[in-house]
């Protein structure tokens, strides 16, 4: 029988590998086993970097992301993939974007 950390480590990747250069920089702490996987459905993933603290996040629903963004809070570093989601940390936070990576 499967444990609940295998099934969400499968879920996370058969999200993830939609795209899997894309999102290598989520694939490799998964496959590492230096990922704490906090969401991982049809409609994204979201994962905390143990190694950094850094949160990663990708998802087809804007509402989903800012539901996971407000529950890790401001302080916490956040890597996004999606430009509307990026926006929103800027407009939320008051990041100043540097190229694609809000600072």
Same mark, same amino acid.
């Given at each position: 029988?499967?444990?609940?950390? $295998?099934?969400?480590?499968?879920? $996370?990747?058969?999200? &993830?590998?939609? @795209?899997?250069?894309?999102?290598?920089?989520?694939?490799?702490?998964?496959?590492?086993?230096? $990922? @704490?996987?906090?969401?991982?459905?049809?409609?994204?993933?979201f994962?905390?970097?143990?190694?950094?603290?850094?949160y990663?996040?990708?998802? @087809?629903?804007?509402?989903?992301?800012?539901?996971?963004?407000?529950?890790?809070g401001?302080?916490?570093? *956040?890597?996004v993939?999606?430009?509307? *989601?990026? @926006?929103? &940390?800027?407009?939320?936070?008051?990041?100043k974007?540097?190229?694609?990576? &809000?600072?």
């Open positions: 029988m499967e444990t609940l950390l $295998a099934a969400m480590n499968k879920r $996370a990747l058969e999200y &993830l590998e939609r @795209d899997n250069v894309l999102y290598m920089s989520m694939i490799s702490p998964i496959q590492r086993d230096t $990922a @704490d996987i906090i969401y991982a459905e049809r409609n994204g993933v994962i905390r970097e143990t190694t950094s603290g850094t990663f996040l990708v998802s @087809d629903s804007f509402s989903k992301s800012k539901e996971l963004i407000s529950a890790v401001r302080q916490a570093h *956040i890597c993939y999606q430009k509307n *989601i990026a @926006d929103y &940390l800027s407009e939320k936070y008051c990041y974007k540097c190229r694609n990576t &809000l600072i």
